[in-house]
């Protein structure tokens, strides 16, 4: 167990639908990142949080969006859902100090 | 920009047998260097890892040595179990994202 918390597991939707995807980071650490890993790209960086504020941005659509709480946990907004945006989307997070990131299980997403 | 290129899939190999799994990098100055193993799902975690130019990393068995001078981080085992059926990936951080290789699946046979 990573440490990582994951919410949902899957995640069922339709087209033109928006879902939350939610991530508790491992107690302590500061730095939330999200990925989604698909068939077609593997696995892509989509966005830094460190300590509620935005840090880095990659390969990530602007229907998609990401915050982070005083609390730490984080969510991953999707909107105006297509189908390829079904894919497994993983949270990891890592310590100041340790240049390690730890992952969650992920949510699969399948969008019908 | 940062890339990582791995040896594809899939692997298939008979218990006890020995695996290797290449792994090469593109980067500017001197990243860190990890192996992650997804094993049937489930989520990523982190196998071993190597900070700098000759580090070793090791763990359950598994090694890899980081050669800067041919920009490698292969991975290997000498005995492989059932057990090790999983993906591979191979990872190189910047400072704040990590760059995946394409995975690798490994099938061990009993």
């Known amino acids: 167990d990573s440490g990582v918390t994951q919410t949902p597991k899957h995640l069922i939707t339709a087209t033109g639908q928006r879902v939350t995807l939610r991530c508790s980071p491992r107690?302590?650490?500061?730095?939330v990142y999200w990925y989604q890993q698909s068939l077609d790209q593997g696995l892509q960086f989509l966005i830094q949080y460190y300590n509620g504020e935005e840090r880095a941005k990659g390969n990530i659509l602007e229907r998609f969006s990401a915050q982070q709480f005083p609390d730490l946990h984080s969510e991953l907004n999707l909107s105006s859902l297509e189908l390829g945006d079904s894919a497994l989307y993983f949270c990891?997070?890592?310590?100041?100090?340790?240049?390690?990131?730890?992952f969650g299980a992920g949510t699969r997403l399948s969008v019908l | 920009g940062n890339s990582v290129t791995q040896m594809e899939g899939p692997v298939t190999l008979s218990e006890e047998a020995f695996l290797t799994i290449n792994c090469t990098y593109t980067a500017t100055g001197y990243p860190s260097l990890f192996w992650y193993v997804q094993y049937p799902g489930e989520g990523l975690q982190l196998l071993l890892k190597?900070?700098?130019?000759?580090d070793k990393g090791s763990n359950k068995g598994f090694e890899a040595t980081y050669r800067k001078e041919t920009t490698s981080f292969h991975l290997e085992k000498g005995s492989v179990q059932v057990s090790d059926s999983a993906v591979y990936f191979c990872?190189?951080?910047?400072?704040?994202?990590?760059?995946f290789g394409a995975g690798t699946t490994v099938t061990v046979r009993a």
């Open positions: 107690s302590g650490d500061l730095s």
């Open positions: 990872a190189l951080s910047d400072d704040y994202k990590l760059s």
């Open positions: 190597a900070t700098k130019a000759d």
């Open positions: 990891a997070s890592s310590t100041t100090r340790e240049n390690i990131q730890y």
